[in-house]
């Protein structure tokens, strides 16, 4: 035995070395990463490094995290799994329109989210519910948020005229702010703007709670499953219900997600987004005739106008002139839709829109994102090389260097806050998702969220006042509360 011992240890010694080895292969650099992501469920509190690379850095280990199964048990070998309906973290939080647009009634504790419901007599498991393509019908809330575009026009469709639908989301942080203190009601928002009350929406720490989270989401059509394509993307049951409660259900892909959260160290909140690969080429690559490498949901170098119907034009300056669709990117339907249980009816339906991304993903010494997203997709790989997220990339990442908490101040802040300090610059390089914010690419987000306000009482058509607007911490879902005692305005939506 004592002369097999060295040669034992040598054996050992030489499998720890290739085990080493083998581990430093699967290891992923990650140079611009002060603090490492890693494929778990983990969700960070906040982060103690103030720069664009930790927070882009950050934002994929939020997109990991909220795209980890809702049983957080789960192998990180099974992380986006192709044709894996099962819900994610993300979609177990709690749509705005279970607690917000009704009559202020009390909506309840938080509560886990229904697992499966029936339509048509068949059972759907894990349903997404979707009622808004950013554009109002006539059953449609005309106060509700709109996501691709600030016009009556705004819904958004891919090259075979499939829709894309939009999803706001909060975590429970957020809803048990709402819920504690009755803001689902926009009577206890004006009573507690009167008392001198701020908005002010909870806070992420480090080692301590998550802090408020919006998560905005964007879901394309699929009619048919089955096909390949859709292994590059994370699919979801799709339940689309009208105002007399006749619902259909269609599966949908994920092609887009905002992900917003306030910390302590950005009191002004962290603002992320994502989108699909294949959703949009660059508008530079457009105009210089770069040969596409992709096969883009929404955007097709064979493009044809097609021939509107007169009836869908009806009322407007041009109706008496023959109208076409447009091959134009980034521009806005010329007509809105009819849509009955998530199906277009009429005459009226959705034609594609040419998109392109207006301003490129930036990878700089100062804003590396393609490095990052790169780092990101490698990490995925390693643990599943078939993982839908690896076609998924951060845009980038809105973030202050100033850290100004306005809700510090004595008085109540108004109508709009700071922009002071926002990085990257938004009137130097806007922050765009391109089937988020289509027709909007110019503007970031914060630059309207700095207008977010409480919900507004009517007020006596004798008064000739108006009412202060009161600053909701740049969240917009205050606005979409009302009370069963004073209708609130019907007001236009500038998200």
């Known amino acids: 035995m004592k002369r097999l011992f060295p040669v034992v240890m040598l054996i050992m010694c030489g499998l720890i070395s290739a085990c080493d080895e083998n581990k430093q292969e699967k290891s992923v650099n990650q140079p611009h990463c002060l ?22 850095c950050m934002a994929w280990q939020q997109f990991i995290a909220l795209n980890w199964s809702a049983d957080l048990n789960a192998d990180a070998k099974t992380f986006g799994t192709p044709g894996d309906y099962t819900p994610k973290v993300f979609e177990s939080y709690k749509n705005i329109h279970s607690f917000l647009g009704g009559d202020g009634s009390d909506p309840g504790p938080w509560r886990n989210q229904t697992t499966s419901t029936v339509v048509n007599g068949q059972k759907v498991a894990h349903p997404r519910y979707l009622s808004r393509t950013s554009k109002f019908s006539d059953g449609f809330d005309s106060g509700d948020i709109e996501e691709a575009a600030p016009s009556p026009n705004a819904w958004l469709a891919d090259k075979q005229g499939n829709l894309v639908w939009y999803e706001v989301l909060v975590n429970q942080d957020e809803y048990d702010y709402f819920y504690r203190n009755g803001f689902y009601n926009a009577k206890k928002q004006n009573e507690a703007a009167s008392q001198g009350i701020h908005i002010n929406l909870p806070k992420g720490e480090l080692g301590g709670r998550v802090g408020a989270m919006e998560i905005k989401t964007a879901w394309l059509t699929v009619e048919e499953p089955d096909d390949p394509k859709w292994q590059r993307y994370k699919l979801a049951n799709g339940v689309f219900c009208d105002d ?24 002004s909140w962290i603002w992320s987004t994502f989108e699909h690969v294949d959703n949009a080429p660059d508008k530079a690559d457009i105009n210089s005739g770069k040969v596409l490498k992709r096969d883009y949901n929404f955007y097709s170098e064979s493009c044809t106008e097609q021939a509107i119907p007169s009836a869908c034009i009806k009322g407007t300056a041009s109706q008496d002139k023959a109208v076409t669709t447009t091959c134009e990117p980034n521009t806005a339907p010329k007509f809105g839709l009819n849509i009955e249980a998530g199906k277009p009816v009429g005459q009226c339906l ?4 040419q998109v392109v991304r207006e301003y490129p993903i930036p990878n700089t010494n100062e804003n ?17 090389p078939d993982s839908v997220y690896q076609n998924y990339q951060l845009v980038n990442v809105i973030w202050n260097d100033s850290t100004v908490d306005e809700n510090k101040a004595k008085a109540l802040p108004v ?8 990085r990257p610059n938004p009137a130097t390089f806007p922050v765009a998702n391109t089937v988020l914010e289509t027709y909007v690419q110019q ?3 914060v630059e309207c969220h700095a207008h977010a306000h409480i919900a507004t009482l009517s007020t006596s058509k004798t008064s000739n006042t108006t009412p202060p ?10 606005k979409l509360a009302k009370s069963k005692e004073s209708q609130t305005q019907q007001v236009s939506p500038d998200e």
């Open 244 to 267: 007399t409660e006749h619902c259909s259900s269609n599966t949908v892909a994920l092609i887009g997600m905002h992900i917003i959260h306030k910390t302590v160290s950005q009191p």
């Open 469 to 478: 607007e009161f600053a909701s911490d740049y969240s917009f879902l205050f």
């Open 415 to 422: 109508d709009s806050l700071s922009l002071t300090g926002f």
């Open 350 to 353: 959705p034609y594609p829109i």
């Open 35 to 56: 603090i490492n992501v890693a494929v778990s469920s983990t969700i960070p509190q906040d982060t103690k490094l103030s720069d664009q690379a930790s927070f882009n």
């Open 368 to 384: 590396p994102v393609k490095d990052i997203n790169d780092m990101a997709h490698a990490l995925i790989r390693q643990e599943n």
């Open 443 to 445: 503007t970031s987000c």
